[in-house]
């Protein structure tokens, strides 16, 4: 009985090492470990033989199984590994060739000048100590909306329109959730930074559209005021147009902060004397911020007693428009080559 069971044990020990797909395993456990097995059926036959020797085939029929099973795991193992080393050797392919038939434009692939002023705007608000988080474009309700101190029912939620998911989400509306989100996860004192894609249920013409790209801001501290908002705004403009910027403040509504504005520059097309870019009044909308409400700082588990912030939210697709003379937000999201090969 134990050179039968010792002969099987050789004989799966081969087999597995022999074995040269994950599929040719399996056919071998089946084989030898299986229902139907060769060491099963041995070990069923052992109903024949007396009770001391029926242990001691037991213990040796358990140790073999062990061995098979780990023989198997190595097997696995080396055969993934030679798989990966294969898939490097022969499935390679060199990305900076043209496909085949085609002539090469000369032209290389770049970023979209949206990315390209997210990411420069990123680099500036990252040099002042914020920290650059992520959020989902489909969001919750309460991230989008009731923990920005807007409840269903609210008016304000008819400001801003939206796309709703079967499941009762919503494509985010602004940036300004993520504000929620980070407050989650990090301890005040902080300051963050959300870039992203928004949605609105619009009616689209040459300055709005459906589909458009904000970056939040927001700032946790101490005694947090509205001059500390102003000089970071400032600074923020004057690194993006590499001069210095005059603002101003308009009292705005928005449920999540109070007060609430909305903050102008000085068109530098025309220096303020009015023209049509600036619709003849010398400013150009900029953004929305205010110091943020009680409320919001509740939600986000920060006392605000102790704590208070502002925030703000900018677009991005109209600075771009204003930076580079584009006169319809459309090209955007458009594709078009001729748009795009511009910058
Ligand atoms: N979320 C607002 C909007 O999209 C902008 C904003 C952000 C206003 C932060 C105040 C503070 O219109």
């Known amino acids: ?77 080396e055969l993934s590994k030679k798989n990966i ?12 060739l043209n496909p085949r038939g085609t002539i090469s434009t000369g032209r290389h692939g770049y970023l979209h000048p949206l990315s390209q002023t997210q990411y420069e705007i990123e680099d500036i608000l990252t040099s002042m100590g914020f920290q650059i988080l992520d959020g989902p474009e489909a969001e919750t309700e309460y991230y989008n909306f009731e923990a920005l101190n807007i409840p269903e029912f609210h008016p304000a939620r008819d400001l801003q329109d939206t796309f709703w998911t079967e499941d009762g989400n919503l494509l985010r509306t602004h940036t300004s959730a993520i504000q929620i989100r980070g407050m989650e996860k990090m301890e005040p004192p902080f300051r963050i930074a959300g870039p992203g894609r928004v949605f609105r249920y619009e009616a689209t013409d040459a300055s709005h559209e459906h589909t458009f790209y904000q970056i939040e801001g927001m700032m946790v501290d101490r005694e947090i005021s509205v001059s500390h908002l102003i000089y970071v705004m400032k600074e923020i403009l004057k690194a993006i147009f590499k001069r210095s910027v005059k603002v101003r403040l308009r009292p705005a509504y928005y449920p999540f902060v109070e007060p609430g504005f909305d903050l102008d520059f000085n068109c530098m097309i025309c220096e303020g004397r009015g023209c049509r870019v600036c619709k003849h009044t010398g400013w150009i909308e900029f953004l929305g911020c205010g110091l943020v409400h009680p409320n919001v700082l509740k939600f986000g588990n920060i006392d605000p007693e102790q704590w208070s ?12 428009m204003m930076r580079y003379g584009i006169n319809d937000i459309r ?12 910058f």
């Open 331 to 342: 090209h955007f999201m458009s594709g078009d080559l001729r748009f795009l090969y511009q």
């Open 1 to 77: 009985m134990k050179t039968k069971l010792k002969t099987i044990r050789d004989k799966a020990l081969s087999a597995v090492s022999a074995c040269q797909n994950i599929n040719e395993i399996e056919d071998a456990r089946i084989k030898f470990l299986g229902r139907k097995g060769e060491l099963t059926k041995i070990l069923r036959s052992l109903s024949s033989i007396t009770s001391e020797e029926r242990a001691a085939i037991g213990q040796l029929s358990n140790q073999y199984k062990r061995e098979i099973e780990s023989a198997i795991e190595l097997r696995k193992d």
């Open 85 to 96: 080393d294969m898939l490097l050797r022969d499935e390679w392919i060199d990305v900076t």
């Open 309 to 320: 912030g502002f925030a703000f939210g900018m677009g991005l697709n109209r600075l771009i």
